[in-house]
């Protein structure tokens, strides 16, 4: 199993910039590796949406590419600081920036599994 926990969110302007880390421990299945992490967000009576993932390439899963969203191209910037923790950089927020932030790992191929952190509130007020 793994276990996700996430830090770095709070309130800032609109404008502004934080920085949010996900730390991993445990490990997926015996025959598996981490194919990707990343960051949803989720507003109330919304669904959860993708926000930056990096995933690994097959089939050797040895690279990794990154993935944003529409929303956030330009102003987020995620990587991997070490092999168990990712960062989202989040700069020139706004209002609508506003919303839990989750961090995924996704284990694989063989025994396909989410695990999920339990969320950073991140507030961007004018």
């Known amino acids: 199993q793994v276990q996700l926990v996430e830090s770095g969110g709070g309130s800032v302007q609109v404008g502004g910039s934080l920085r949010l880390s996900c730390t991993a421990s445990?490990?997926?299945?015996?025959?598996?590796?981490?194919?990707?992490m990343g960051w949803y967000r989720q507003t109330p009576g919304k669904q959860r949406e993708l926000v930056a993932i990096l995933a690994r390439e097959a089939p050797d899963y040895i690279n990794s590419i990154a993935n944003y969203s529409d929303s956030v191209k330009g102003r987020f910037t995620i990587s991997r600081d070490t092999p168990n923790t990712v960062s989202l950089q989040m700069d020139s927020l706004k209002a609508e920036d506003t919303a839990s932030y989750y961090c995924?790992?996704?284990?694989?191929?063989?025994?396909?599994?989410?695990?999920w952190g339990r969320g950073t509130q991140v507030t961007v007020s004018s």
């Open positions: 995924l790992s996704k284990c694989g191929p063989y025994d396909l599994k989410d695990y």
């Open positions: 445990g490990s997926c299945g015996s025959f598996d590796v981490v194919l990707a």
